[in-house]
DNA sequence: ATATTTAAAGCTATAAAAGCAATAAATGCT
DNA sequence: AGCATTTATTGCTTTTATAGCTTTAAATAT
């Protein structure tokens, strides 16, 4: 995955923008530099780059937030390629084959799970496509089945010296978990908290998304709703890889 | 803006992550390398250094796509921070005062505008917040008026070289459209076909995004519209700035 | 108004990209 | 299926861009 010569600059370039995405309020030049622990000349270059280039905005007082660049960025590859669009018609079709659960999918970063497709029950198709929404890897379906593909050390990687969401006695029990999901296929985890509804995840081929079911799933439906959802991923993967 | 020593691969692998993003497929990074006309081995380590920090995802075919890091940094930004949860609160104050309008709040960049909140009459407050969606910002009131805030040579770099949607006289009668806009403090356009529909933006202070409401608007309405509007982005900054 | 903190630029050593050449791996073609 | 062409990937050397120190300027706080 790394290649033998990494771009270094790139790398810190993007530290510098998770900082600023993760950050409560707008950051100065010198305090994303204490937080990334890099010089404080070299933060200020990268920012004022990224500032040029518009992926962070410098307001009035100097300080920097994200800028317009991400959601752009973002919003073109769901919109202006066939690629995305694509999705929403098989999507819509498994919505209305279990018409009371939520149909969701999510990509995961670093952690972070965020769904770009979410359909509640009623809700029109145009609003379901180009959603951001986050939740924790660990707490959602979506997350777990997206690490239960990830190698351990890439784990343990992200985890390390961190409170785990949901898992509070440790790294140790996530990577348990992810090994049981890993090996049946998906992830179920109960849902809020009456002991009815579940979050049902299934992680696609390539490992980009995964596509869940969040709803009133009863434990003797669950094989033949996991066939389902692979079978809307691989319509979701052709429709897309064409 | 262009800091005395910008970071020239910073520059670079941003490029490669925007010509994915307006790419119809998945490319290789020989392709992209020709897009963006670029020495191969270059392009080639910049994408892998992309795809080893997820912002790029390179699937089985060895192509490279939009990766998980660019949605989940846009959702962390929305919802990590109090700064942009916190405008929720005045925009449904605002659409509740115009029941008839949507209402949307968006950004800029390069030309293409990403809406962030988009809330329509009826839709519950939950559904308006984390959206991203894309229209060509000379289409668009919002695009407009932020174009309106950029230098002439801002917008003519944007612009040069494309046929710009909207505006098929060119370049110089976007120039003098967002002269107007600029002096007047607002874009105001028809929306869709019928003549009764418009939009109506104002920028923010900063600049950083614009808020905008279409419906049913009659002219003499307007200038009372501005100032609710600017009123609403008053309340929006100071939410987001203490 | 003064002191302190932060931002920004200049400059040089150095480390990191650029780009060529070589090899390996895919892909396409017959 | 086997060969040819294209693409991906690494190694190596040169060159260039970045790191980071120092200095100056601009904000911010006192």
């Known amino acids: ?26 950051l100065r030049s010198i305090e994303v530099s204490r937080l990334l622990k890099v010089e404080s000349t070299k933060a200020h270059r990268l920012l004022k780059t990224l500032a040029h280039l518009g992926l962070v905005h410098q307001g009035g007082n100097r300080k920097f937030q994200v800028g317009p660049g991400l959601p752009v960025l973002v919003a073109q590859s769901l919109y202006s390629a066939p690629l995305w669009r694509s999705m929403v018609d098989p999507l819509q079709d ?99 908290q009456s002991g009815e509804r579940f979050s049902l995840a299934v992680p696609q081929e390539d490992k980009l998304y995964a596509l869940a079911l969040s709803g009133d799933l009863s434990k003797e439906d669950i094989p033949e709703l996991v066939q389902l959802l692979q079978h809307t991923l691989e319509l979701l993967y052709s429709a897309h890889n064409n």
């Open 1 to 26: 995955m790394l290649p033998a010569q990494p771009n270094q600059s790139l790398i810190e370039g993007i530290r510098c923008l998770q900082a600023l995405s993760l950050s409560e309020k707008p």
């Open 94 to 192: 498994l919505q209305r084959q279990i018409p009371s659960c939520k149909v969701e999918v999510g990509m995961c970063w670093e952690g972070v799970v965020s769904c770009f497709y979410c359909s509640e029950p009623g809700m029109p198709a145009s609003w379901a496509m180009g959603r951001v929404d986050m939740q924790m890897a660990t707490r959602s379906a979506i997350g777990l089945a997206l690490l239960s593909c990830c190698s351990q050390e890439k784990v343990e990687e992200t985890f390390i010296g961190r409170p785990i969401p949901g898992f509070s006695r440790g790294l140790p029990s996530l990577v348990k978990e992810l090994r049981t999901i890993r090996s049946q296929g998906y992830a179920l985890i109960p849902d809020g």
